[in-house]
């Protein structure tokens, strides 16, 4: 039996390394997770020293990088769901502002401990999906010698391809909160949620 | 002294599921898990006991056992589960993966020392897990209601079935049926518990253990069924007002 709740450390290994399968440069989602968090590798690597003793200046480099690739308003309103529904747009940001800062910081962190990964490999796309909606999927080695695998959805927007999903051993990110956050946001308002996302009482992944 | 022990855990079981009766029972997934009420009694009588003896102990192993060796035990159950996943690759037609699965368990019963070493892994011999739950699926079983088991934890009524049957063709489980030979099962149990240590505060911090643990469970399995490969989610349904209601008795 596969631990499925290893599902909680995904964000230790959201990337490090990338191993080219294909090295095309363009804006197709496979690119762009390749370009992405190779890029954020190649940076970290040069100034590791520099980022180990300023954690804060990572968090700034994730952010710069990351967030160009991101729908998070997107991610915001799927975990919201019905939850979600008369919710004025700035208010969605603030909760998505909320959520996307504690997945920078857990990105920066995991980026400081899990430096010597071996290479991510990005597995080759199938067909299966539309033009609309795809899925990059990608194998991390982890440091007890198994494989993590993580996939990331993307879907078309008027900027292009952005992710908003992740999903670790077939448990995503977006279904698995908005289970949880749907109802409390139901149940105590979303002033609230924020406010407890904001202060770090309420955690995204260990 | 072994029936004592069969009827004081029933006893136990009756008394803690009594009283927990007063337990929350929404309806947070009705097509999934239309016993959510009954579910959720069951989930309290786990982490009851969890808590006073379960995680304990899986501590104190956790601590005592150095992580190679705590490894090599993990090696050894996942080993003698071999014949299960084989027979249920046969019976799905997997002929080619089979033989994988026949050769790595040659390799780690013998050279990998009675499967404590994965050597198999080493030599490049993939990895495969299938149990009759997923066979069940492929032969068009697909939805099955959500069952939390006693002692067992997250299932469904396919797949806790198949857990039952796949029990007969496991070399333990062959070995000890019949018997109160409850020791391979603690100990793997505990083995398995220890794994989970690091992800209890997440659980406890989450407003909804419950739907939580069914969730990432119910997540996890598909991708198992699926090879690694499920369908992808239909994300456009969550952005609807209501999520469309279906007939939860159409569940078996």
Known sequence: MNPPLR?????????????VYAQTEGDDPVSLVISTTSQIFAEVDENFKSYESDPASLQ??????LIPLLDV?????????????GIEKEKVDEFAEAMISLLVNRYADGLLQFRSQEPV???????????????????VKLPSGGEAPIDYAFHKTSEGWKAFDVIVEGISYVTTYRNQIMPEVQEKGIDLVIKRLTSGELTLAD | MRYKLQVISIALLSLLLSACAGTQSRDTDPE????????????AFNDGLDKALVRPVAVGYDFIMPDPFQRGVGNFFRNLDAPVTFLNQILQGK??????????????STIGLLGFFDVATRMGVPFYNEDLGQTLHKWGYEDSRY???????????????????????????????????????????????????????ELERA???????????????????????PPLEDYDLYLEEDLPEQDPDSRQ
């Open chain 1, 121 to 139: 490999m990005v597995l080759p796309q199938r067909g299966d999906l539309n033009e609309k909606l795809t899925r990059v999927r990608t194998r």
């Open chain 2, 95 to 108: 002929v080619t993966q089979s033989a994988d699965t026949f050769g790595r368990f040659l390799i780690n």
């Open chain 1, 60 to 65: 700034t480099l994730v952010r710069t990088d």
């Open chain 2, 207 to 229: 407003y909804d253990p419950y739907v939580l643990m069914r969730d990432v469970w119910l997540q996890n399995r598909r991708y198992q069924i699926y090879d690694g490969d």
């Open chain 1, 7 to 19: 599902f909680f450390i995904f964000l230790l290994f959201f990337a490090s390394s990338i191993n």
């Open chain 1, 73 to 85: 308003h997107y991610s915001a309103r799927l975990i919201l769901g019905r939850a979600g529904r």
């Open chain 2, 147 to 201: 069952l939390m088991l006693p002692f067992f934890g997250p299932s469904t009524v396919r797949d806790g079935t198949g857990r039952l049957a796949d029990s007969y063709v496991h070399p333990v489980g062959r070995a000890i049926h019949g018997r109160n030979e409850w020791g391979y099962y603690i100990v793997r149990g505990i083995d398995l518990r220890a794994r989970f240590l690091s992800q209890d505060a």
């Open chain 2, 32 to 43: 999934n898990d239309p016993w959510e009420g009954f579910n959720r009694k069951v989930y």
